[in-house]
């Protein structure tokens, strides 16, 4: 029996019978059901030895990780207050470049009327 065939992603039960059906050299249910187990067993161990390849780690990682969550709990009142500072700072920011903004408007619209009346007065001196 040919165990590579189990391992296919698209593996038919039915169409790998229907072979084994049409062999004439066919393998006896009892030789075929004792190598399924084999299959199983090996597949079951193969489980156990990826599961406990990293067990150590896992743990240790564990151990490491208690009181992580009362650290990180009095951590949040600090970071809170200085979210909103931050909050605030932007908002002062924003206020700040918007007077800023109008500001300039306000230089802007009076030099042009300064160069407007400049005009004004050339013209003015020589009439």
């Given at each position: 029996m040919e165990l590579a065939a189990f391992q296919k992603e698209q593996f038919d039960p039915a169409a790998f019978v229907?072979?084994?059906?049409?062999?004439?050299?066919?393998?006896?249910?009892?030789?075929?059901?004792?190598?399924?187990?084999?299959?199983?067993?090996?597949?079951?161990?193969?489980?156990?030895?990826?599961?406990?390849?990293?067990?150590?780690?896992?743990?240790?990682l564990a151990v490491g990780l208690q009181g992580v969550e009362e650290k990180a709990g009095s951590l949040r009142i600090p970071?809170?207050?200085?979210?909103?500072?931050?909050?605030?700072?932007?908002?002062?920011?924003?206020?700040?470049?918007?007077?800023l903004e109008t500001e300039m408007r306000g230089r802007i619209n009076t030099q042009i009327k300064q160069r407007g009346l400049e005009r004004c007065l050339r013209f003015s001196t020589i009439l």
């Open positions: 229907n072979a084994l059906r049409a062999n004439e050299h066919t393998v006896p249910l009892e030789v075929a059901q004792g190598q399924l187990r084999h299959q199983l067993s090996a597949l079951k161990q193969q489980l156990y030895e990826l599961i406990n390849a990293d067990y150590p780690q896992f743990m240790a970071l809170l207050e200085l979210s909103s500072c931050c909050e605030a700072m932007q908002g002062h920011a924003r206020r700040n470049r918007e007077y």
